[in-house]
């Protein structure tokens, strides 16, 4: 059973950074990519980044190119979330997600594996 671990989230000011972990469990080039996704309280799961896990590209959400950065560590089977200037808006829980087969990274119900989550509030 491949387990995804989260680490990294908590409280943060408006204007701050936080650096989210994520722990793949399985050796990440039985993956195809990796991803995070985040829900904010009455609104649905959506997409925030990607990356896969051979070549590392990456793919974002629009509205958050600029300010987060997706990165991984295959040798540690590692996903990370650099987030910076951040919004009260962005105040959610972030959960990573494993994807094994080849296809779209930003469509999250096909993503295989998910992490149990991570708050991240930001106070304004």
């Known amino acids: 059973q491949v387990q995804l671990v989260e680490s990294g989230g908590g409280l943060v000011q408006a204007g701050g950074s936080l650096r989210l972990s994520c722990a793949v469990s399985?050796?990440?080039?039985?993956?195809?990519?990796g991803g995070w996704f985040r829900q904010a309280p009455g609104k649905e799961r959506e997409f925030v980044a990607a990356?896969?896990?051979?070549?590392?590209?990456?793919s974002y959400a629009d509205s958050l190119k600029g300010r987060f950065t997706i990165s991984r560590d295959n040798a540690e089977n590692t996903v990370f979330l650099q987030m910076n200037s951040l919004k009260p808006e962005d105040t959610a829980v972030y959960y990573c997600?494993?994807?094994?087969?080849?296809?779209?990274?930003?469509?999250?119900?096909?993503?295989?594996?998910w992490g149990q989550g991570t708050q991240v509030t930001v106070s304004s």
């Open positions: 990356i896969t896990w051979s070549t590392g590209r990456t």
């Open positions: 399985a050796r990440t080039f039985s993956m195809y990519a």
């Open positions: 997600g494993a994807r094994r087969n080849f296809g779209s990274i930003q469509y999250g119900p096909g993503y295989d594996y």
